[in-house]
């Protein structure tokens, strides 16, 4: 500790090359936690998914729907337990007009304020996800209310909703907007997940009944997709390609996946994602261990008459290598400081600004948290790229003759 | 008690396949208490027998013996050890390290020892008072004179309570009044503090400074030019 003074005065010298190199390197801690958050965040996502559930979608794109015949023709395929229509909404709430106080009708829509929401055929689809926990009371509440909906925990709290709120929701996807205005919604449930048990379950989420979208619209509507659950999950591929057949030679020919890979392929082919986000943090880490490395070899070189008064002093030659491993470390530290805070910062502002909290939800993502892990990771990288930086000025350092480094000026 | 004892040095520099003698089958002794001069021509080899004194260099044959301690025979660690209780070192550019304040240059060798942080920032004072510049404690060798960097050097070089002072010519960058003031404070060293000094110079007058001279000529040391009356 006694040379701690000795350490900072060094790097408090020439602080514009200190500043810079903490800068930098606080640029790669940030990409490094930041990505690794949401590939973290990703991975618990496709994690929950359910082994035993499948997605059928149109092979063409999920910009397509499915006909409505099809839920009966996939359930009587061997094999398959469930079947339900589960439709993408998209709502968004409306904005308040100037001078209204209530929301309804004549309200524009805030597109920023966008409620992740699905319309399903409510008994099917709640028999697959065990893992959503609702009051029995409420449950059936919300199978006797068409203009029902049940919503999760997080998305509660978000909106600060309760058992009875009413509230109104518009689709940014035009088949699903009626000419009179917004849908209206009563929450009739709100359901946890026990997320020891079913770990990455999204409560940021509601529900309502497919019915209630299909008479408001209506009656002109297909089906977004069919979420199935099969009764063997070891018979999902099997069965994933006898639903596929099933509809080759019709007009909306199939796609089904399990739930897991669906999720994947709807967040932009995660597993080349996490390849793209590694590649990135490796690249930018390299590129500031060389530049962290030439700041340390060029901070040395210029000192190389003041290490040789240090070793004429008594200073050994070992204890001269840790000064300067110290010194890089210290740049390490700074930098890994800098760059987790920065992380957290921008992970504060993405979830708590509105418009790219719900850019966020768009692609699944409801919430972005640094990990300890992730954190604890960070540093180590920092705390490595300062040692791997100033370990080879150190070592040069280490084996210079005293009488040589007087003799360079 | 002879405190440098020097036999039968032979210093060989390698350059690529050449092979330079910089000193050969130097003898030299110098008791306790002496300030020696070593003088000579540029390339004599003055500075690498001061080097070898000081324990920062090694000789290619024979033996340094400083304070008792065969000097040749210590590995690098426990040489600087030796260096850091033995050696206190004046340099011709003073060689203050530039991001420290005078008392933080003087505290530099002391960081070595097991003194307290209260206790070293004393000594570090008490030896920047002895050198006359108690009152630029805190400022920075680029607020210091020439004169004033060498004499904070000289307190870093003595603070340490080593047992020989070695100068590679201490007044070789410095004004004639900077020059005697220097040579003014080696000469305090070593009568009131008991310091062994051992000083390279070119200057005729910072040599008649000394108890003794020595002249070096092609790595050969080649008279005994003894001052009489210095003692």
Same mark, same amino acid.
């Given at each position: 500790?006694?040379?701690?003074?000795?350490?900072?005065?060094?790097?408090?010298?020439?602080?514009?090359?200190?500043?810079?190199?903490?800068?930098?390197?606080?640029?790669?801690?940030?990409?490094?936690?930041?990505?690794?958050?949401?590939?973290?965040?990703?991975?618990?996502?496709?994690?929950?998914?359910?082994?035993?559930?499948?997605?059928?979608?149109?092979?063409?794109?999920?910009?397509?729907?499915?006909?409505?015949?099809?839920?009966?023709?996939?359930?009587?395929?061997?094999?398959?337990?469930?079947?339900?229509?589960?439709?993408?909404?998209?709502?968004?709430?409306?904005?308040?007009?100037?001078?209204?106080?209530?929301?309804?009708?004549?309200?524009?829509?805030?597109?920023?304020?966008?409620?992740?929401?699905?319309?399903? /055929?409510?008994?099917?689809?709640?028999?697959?996800?065990?893992?959503?926990?609702?009051?029995?009371?409420?449950?059936?509440?919300?199978?006797?209310?068409?203009?029902?909906?049940?919503?999760? *925990?997080?998305?509660?709290?978000?909106?600060?909703?309760?058992?009875?709120?009413?509230?109104?929701?518009?689709?940014?996807?035009?088949?699903?907007?009626?000419?009179?205005?917004?849908?209206?919604?009563?929450?009739?449930?709100?359901?946890?997940?026990?997320?020891?048990?079913?770990?990455?379950?999204?409560?940021?989420?509601?529900?309502?009944?497919?019915?209630?979208?299909?008479?408001?619209?209506?009656?002109?509507?297909?089906?977004?997709?069919?979420?199935?659950?099969?009764?063997?999950?070891?018979?999902?591929?099997?069965?994933?390609?006898?639903?596929?057949?099933?509809?080759?030679?019709?007009?909306?020919?199939?796609?089904?996946?399990?739930?897991?890979?669906?999720?994947?392929?709807?967040?932009?082919?995660?597993?080349?994602?996490?390849?793209?986000?590694?590649?990135?943090?490796?690249?930018?880490?390299?590129?500031?261990?060389?530049?962290?490395?030439?700041?340390?070899?060029?901070?040395?070189?210029?000192?190389?008459?003041?290490?040789?008064?240090?070793?004429?002093?008594?200073?050994?030659?070992?204890?001269?290598?840790?000064?300067?491993?110290?010194?890089?470390?210290?740049?390490?530290?700074?930098?890994?400081?800098?760059?987790?805070?920065?992380?957290?910062?921008?992970?504060?502002?993405?979830?708590?600004?509105?418009?790219?909290?719900?850019?966020?939800?768009?692609?699944?993502?409801?919430?972005?948290?640094?990990?300890?892990?992730?954190?604890?990771?960070?540093?180590?990288?920092?705390?490595?790229?300062?040692?791997?930086?100033?370990?080879?000025?150190?070592?040069?350092?280490?084996?210079?003759?005293?009488?040589?480094?007087?003799?360079?000026? | 008690?002879?405190?440098?004892?020097?036999?039968?040095?032979?210093?060989?520099?390698?350059?690529?396949?050449?092979?330079?003698?910089?000193?050969?089958?130097?003898?030299?002794?110098?008791?306790?208490?002496?300030?020696?001069?070593?003088?000579?021509?540029?390339?004599?080899?003055?500075?690498?027998?001061?080097?070898?004194?000081?324990?920062?260099?090694?000789?290619?044959?024979?033996?340094?013996?400083?304070?008792?301690?065969?000097?040749?025979?210590?590995?690098?660690?426990?040489?600087?050890?030796?260096?850091?209780?033995?050696?206190?070192?004046?340099?011709?550019?003073?060689?203050?390290?530039?991001?420290?304040?005078?008392?933080?240059?003087?505290?530099?060798?002391?960081?070595?020892?097991?003194?307290? *942080?209260?206790?070293?920032?004393?000594?570090?004072?008490?030896?920047?008072?002895?050198?006359?510049?108690?009152?630029?404690?805190?400022?920075?060798?680029?607020?210091?004179?020439?004169?004033?960097?060498?004499?904070?050097?000289?307190?870093?070089?003595?603070?340490?309570?080593?047992?020989?002072?070695?100068?590679?010519?201490?007044?070789?960058?410095?004004?004639?009044?900077?020059?005697?003031?220097?040579?003014?404070?080696? /000469?305090?060293?070593?009568?009131?503090?008991?310091?062994?000094?051992?000083?390279?110079?070119?200057?005729?007058?910072?040599?008649?400074?000394?108890?003794?001279?020595?002249?070096?000529?092609?790595?050969?040391?080649?008279?005994?030019?003894?001052?009489?009356?210095?003692?």
């Amino acid at each position: 500790m006694k040379f701690l003074p000795f350490i900072l005065k060094h790097l408090r010298k020439n602080w514009i090359r200190t500043g810079s190199t903490v800068l930098a390197m606080s640029v790669c801690i940030f990409l490094f936690c930041t990505l690794q958050t949401v590939l973290a965040e990703i991975n618990a996502m496709l994690e929950s998914s359910g082994a035993s559930r499948l997605v059928v979608r149109n092979s063409i794109s999920l910009v397509f729907d499915l006909p409505l015949a099809y839920g009966a023709r996939i359930q009587a395929i061997p094999g398959v337990k469930r079947v339900a229509n589960t439709t993408w909404f998209g709502g968004s709430l409306p904005a308040k007009k100037e001078g209204k106080s209530e929301e309804g009708d004549d309200s524009t829509t805030d597109w920023s304020r966008f409620v992740p929401s699905m319309a399903v /055929e409510a008994e099917p689809y709640f028999a697959m996800y065990p893992e959503l926990d609702f009051k029995p009371e409420e449950w059936r509440g919300f199978l006797a209310d068409l203009q029902g909906t049940v919503i999760g *925990r997080k998305l509660a709290n978000k909106y600060n909703w309760k058992i009875g709120d009413h509230f109104f929701l518009e689709s940014f996807i035009p088949p699903y907007r009626k000419a009179s205005g917004p849908f209206e919604f009563v929450v009739r449930g709100i359901f946890d997940a026990d997320l020891n048990k079913y770990p990455g379950t999204d409560t940021n989420v509601m529900f309502f009944h497919y019915k209630y979208l299909y008479e408001g619209v209506g009656q002109n509507l297909n089906a977004g997709t069919y979420t199935v659950e099969v009764a063997d999950p070891s018979q999902a591929a099997a069965i994933s390609k006898a639903i596929d057949a099933q509809f080759e030679n019709s007009d909306s020919q199939t796609l089904t996946e399990t739930e897991k890979a669906f999720r994947a392929g709807f967040i932009s082919m995660a597993g080349n994602l996490a390849l793209l986000l590694n590649g990135i943090g490796l690249a930018v880490s390299f590129t500031i261990l060389l530049v962290t490395a030439n700041t340390m070899s060029m901070a040395v070189r210029e000192r190389r008459t003041e290490i040789a008064v240090l070793k004429t002093l008594g200073f050994s030659s070992a204890r001269v290598m840790g000064l300067i491993v110290a010194e890089a470390l210290t740049l390490g530290l700074l930098g890994g400081a800098v760059g987790i805070g920065g992380s957290q910062l921008i992970m504060y502002l993405l979830t708590h600004t509105p418009g790219l909290s719900d850019m966020l939800l768009t692609i699944g993502l409801t919430s972005l948290t640094l990990p300890a892990g992730v954190a604890i990771m960070g540093f180590a990288v920092a705390l490595f790229l300062g040692f791997a930086a100033g370990f080879v000025p150190a070592w040069g350092a280490y084996r210079a003759r005293i009488t040589d480094m007087l003799r360079t000026v | 008690m002879t405190m440098v004892d020097v036999r039968g040095v032979r210093k060989v520099y390698k350059r690529d396949t050449q092979e330079i003698t910089v000193l050969d089958g130097i003898e030299l002794q110098v008791p306790e208490g002496e300030f020696v001069a070593l003088m000579g021509p540029s390339g004599s080899g003055k500075t690498t027998l001061l080097n070898l004194i000081a324990g920062i260099d090694r000789p290619t044959s024979g033996q340094v013996t400083v304070a008792g301690t065969d000097v040749g025979q210590l590995s690098e660690s426990a040489l600087a050890t030796w260096r850091s209780q033995n050696v206190g070192f004046i340099f011709q550019f003073y060689n203050l390290i530039p991001v420290l304040t005078a008392v933080e240059n003087v505290e530099l060798p002391l960081l070595l020892t097991n003194l307290g *942080r209260g206790q070293r920032r004393e000594r570090a004072l008490t030896a920047l008072k002895v050198v006359g510049l108690a009152d630029r404690a805190h400022h920075y060798p680029r607020q210091l004179s020439g004169g004033q960097e060498q004499r904070v050097a000289i307190a870093r070089a003595f603070v340490g309570d080593p047992k020989v002072l070695v100068a590679d010519e201490p007044t070789g960058d410095l004004d004639a009044k900077s020059a005697h003031e220097i040579l003014e404070l080696m /000469e305090t060293l070593n009568r009131d503090f008991k310091k062994t000094i051992v000083m390279v110079t070119h200057d005729p007058r910072a040599a008649d400074r000394a108890h003794k001279q020595r002249h070096l000529e092609k790595g050969v040391l080649v008279d005994d030019a003894v001052k009489t009356g210095a003692y």
